[in-house]
C-alpha cells in the first residue's frame, strides 16, 4: 500500500480570498514505512505575503505586503515557478497514492483550487486520511496539534521552529505510524520484500520459501525423558496416548 503524507504552507486561510499556495513538501511510505522518496517545492504565489502568514512559516519576506522592519533571512519566492509549472510533477509523485494530511479539509482546498486554475484533475477528497480526525478520535477532549501529538508520542519536534512543509510531512509521517499502532501495525514486513515488488502493483506473487535446512530441534534428552514420564503417570487416557 502506497501513501504519500503531505502539508502545504499558504499566504492565509482561503483561496476564494485570493490566497494561494507557497509549499508542499511530501514523503512516501509504501506498507507503513518511509521509503526515503520526498517531493519538495518553494511556489510563487503571484501575490504579495501578508505579515501574519510570514510570521507562521518565515517564506516569502521579498515580497511581503507591508514589509515595516527588514527581515534577514527567511526563503524568497520571486524566482521561484508558479503552480502552473509544478502542478503535473506534483501528482505524478502522488499518483494513485492515499494522501495523509493534518487537517485535511485545509489542504484539499488550496490544491484541488490550484489544479483546477491551471487544467489540472483534482484530487478527491475520499483519498484523504485526516490525521486531525483521527488524533481527535483516538483522544477525545486532548489537544490534537501536530506539536501536542508529537509531545504524546515522544517524536523530535525541536527543528520544527517554523512550519515548513517538507520538515512537518517528515514529522507527521512519524505521528501517522503512531496513531495506527506503531511502525509495523499490520505486521508488514515491507522491508524486508524484494525492491521489484515495491511499486505501486504491491507485492503480487511474493510468497516466502521453505528453510532449506530444517532448525534442529530445541529439547534436550532430559526433557523429553521428563515429558515422557509425565505422560506415564497420566494413564490411557492422557490426551498424547490418543491416535493423531
Known amino acids: ?48 505575503m501578508p505579515r501574519e502568514a510570514f510570521e507562521v512559516h518565515g517564506i516569502g519576506h521579498d515580497i511581503l505586503e507591508i514589509p ?8 524568497t519566492l520571486r524566482d521561484k515557478p508558479v503552480f502552473a509549472r509544478i502542478g503535473r510533477a506534483f501528482l505524478d509523485f502522488v499518483g494513485e497514492a492515499q494522501l495523509v494530511i493534518h487537517n485535511a479539509a485545509f489542504d484539499m ?15 478527491p477528497f475520499a483519498r484523504a486520511t485526516d490525521t486531525l480526525m483521527m488524533a481527535r478520535t483516538k483522544f477525545p477532549g486532548s ?16 527543528m520544527r521552529e517554523k512550519h515548513g512543509a517538507l520538515l512537518d510531512s517528515e514529522i507527521l509521517a512519524e505521528v501517522y505510524l ?25 507485492d503480487t506473487g ?13 529439547i534436550t534428552p532430559e526433557e523429553i525423558a521428563a515429558h515422557e514420564a ?3 503417570r497420566l494413564g490411557d487416557a492422557a490426551i498424547w496416548k490418543k491416535p493423531a
Open 178 to 202: 503512531e496513531l495506527i499502532g506503531g511502525r509495523q501495525p499490520d505486521l508488514v514486513l515491507g522491508s524486508a520484500m524484494p525492491a521489484v515488488n515495491r511499486g505501486q502493483g504491491g
Open 109 to 123: 482546498k488550496f490544491l484541488n483550487f490550484e489544479l483546477e486554475r491551471c487544467g489540472l484533475p483534482g484530487l
Open 206 to 218: 511474493w510468497r516466502p520459501r521453505p528453510r532449506p535446512v530444517p532448525l534442529p530441534p530445541r
Open 230 to 232: 509425565m505422560v506415564a
Open 1 to 48: 500500500m502506497r501513501e504519500i503524507v503531505l502539508d502545504t504552507e499558504t499566504t492565509g486561510f482561503e483561496p476564494s480570498e485570493g490566497h494561494r499556495i507557497v509549499e508542499i513538501g511530501a514523503v512516501e511510505l509504501f506498507n507503513h514505512l518511509p521509503t526515503g522518496r520526498t517531493w519538495h517545492q518553494y511556489i510563487n504565489p503571484e501575490r504579495g
Open 68 to 75: 515595516g522592519q527588514p527581515v534577514p533571512g527567511g526563503v
Open 143 to 158: 489537544p490534537a496539534s501536530l506539536d501536542a501529538l508529537c509531545r504524546r508520542f515522544g517524536v523530535d519536534n525541536t
